[in-house]
């Protein structure tokens, strides 16, 4: 045997004795995930937890293999932009848009980091997509069957006001056309009337839900986009005795008195699903956009006492939830 031989084998056997932690370590690879939303950390707490969960599910703990750079806009649309870029400046791998505006801030910040719709109103409509089989570009994600939900929206509200002969639906002024479209046919077919107001301020709203006669409705459909002004808009229509409806649960729980839509933290959860394939080599333009596959109706009744209205029992029975 050799002296070189010699040397090496004898260098193996010392490193089969060494300890694990004294041989030389590849260091793990740290995934980097970067989570907009318009919403406060406090408000969006549910479905980013929801979320957190599905990447576990998935191998990614963060902490130990995965940094979630998160950034909430208060409440603020006009902060998404500045938000989306310093996301990107951090590096990240892939990025989860929380809602149709977060997608488009993400959009427009990037064209080369896959972007996730954890939630998206009508991705084809809102030019996100090119179509749900074959997105395109950097972007899939989750629908959440906006058209469908907002008929839905109007056929509640009617069933809890029976005599309702009208209804403001107040929308931003970027709003899905086909939800606005939706919603006045579904008006159309139960014999409501329903007006869209679009608000951008806080002005907007006094004037769109005063006591002036011509606006005058029997109840108020709220866009989900409008999330600065949901507080103001509850207090005055509570105020009027106007019952409400929109589509996060926060909405009821806040005093609304409705809320229907697709199940939100369901949604943030299945997304780490797509991030999780994007991570493992898939094109964000090739993977299906999905659609919701639960929802929930909650009726307030403390809202329902206050505005001094009787809901019906074949309502009661349909909730999911009912706030007493």
């Known amino acids: 045997m050799t002296a070189g031989l010699s040397r090496w084998l004898l260098i193996a056997a010392v490193l089969q004795l060494m300890p ?10 740290v995934t980097r995930i970067g989570y907009l939303s318009p919403l406060s950390r406090a408000s969006d707490a549910d479905n980013r937890e929801a979320f957190r969960r599905g990447l576990l599910e998935r191998g990614y703990e963060e902490g130990r293999n995965t940094v979630i750079e998160a950034r909430h ?16 400046r951090s590096k990240v791998d892939v990025i989860v848009a929380a809602t149709t505006s977060a997608v488009r801030a ?38 959440a069957a906006v058209t469908e939900i907002a ?11 029976p005599a309702a002969t009208r209804f403001i639906l107040l929308a931003t002024p970027t709003a899905s056309r086909s939800m606005l479209s939706a919603s006045e046919a579904a008006g159309k077919t139960l014999g409501v009337r329903v007006t869209t107001l679009f ?14 006669p011509t606006h005058r409705a029997d109840g108020v459909i709220v866009d989900l986009a409008i999330r600065r002004n949901v507080a103001q808009i509850l207090e005055i229509a509570n105020r009027q005795k106007l019952p409400t409806v929109s589509g996060p649960r926060e909405f009821a729980a806040g005093g609304g008195l409705l809320a229907y839509g697709a199940d939100y933290p ?16 898939a094109k964000p333009g090739d993977l299906p956009v999905e659609q919701p596959i639960k929802f929930k109706l909650i009726v307030n009744l403390r809202t329902a006492r206050a505005i001094g209205l009787t809901i019906p029992l074949a309502l009661l029975t349909q909730a999911d939830e009912v706030i007493r």
């Not at 608000?199 to 002036?212: H, Q």
Request: negative net charge.
């Open 151 to 161: 008929a839905k929206r109007v056929e509640y509200l009617r069933a809890a006001v």
């Open 199 to 212: 608000v951008g301020s806080a002005a907007d709203v006094s004037r769109s839900l005063s006591e002036d």
């Open 20 to 29: 694990l932690s004294a041989q030389p370590q590849t260091a793990a690879k």
């Open 73 to 88: 806009a208060d409440g603020d649309l006009d902060r998404l932009p500045e938000l989306a870029a310093d996301i990107v």
């Open 106 to 143: 993400a959009q427009a910040a990037t064209t080369s980091v896959p972007v996730v719709m954890a939630f998206s109103g009508d991705p084809v409509g809102d030019g996100l997509v090119a179509s749900l089989a074959r997105p395109g570009g950097n972007t899939t994600g989750f629908s």
């Open 266 to 281: 369901d949604l943030f959860r299945r997304s780490a699903s797509h991030v999780d394939r994007i991570l493992r080599g």
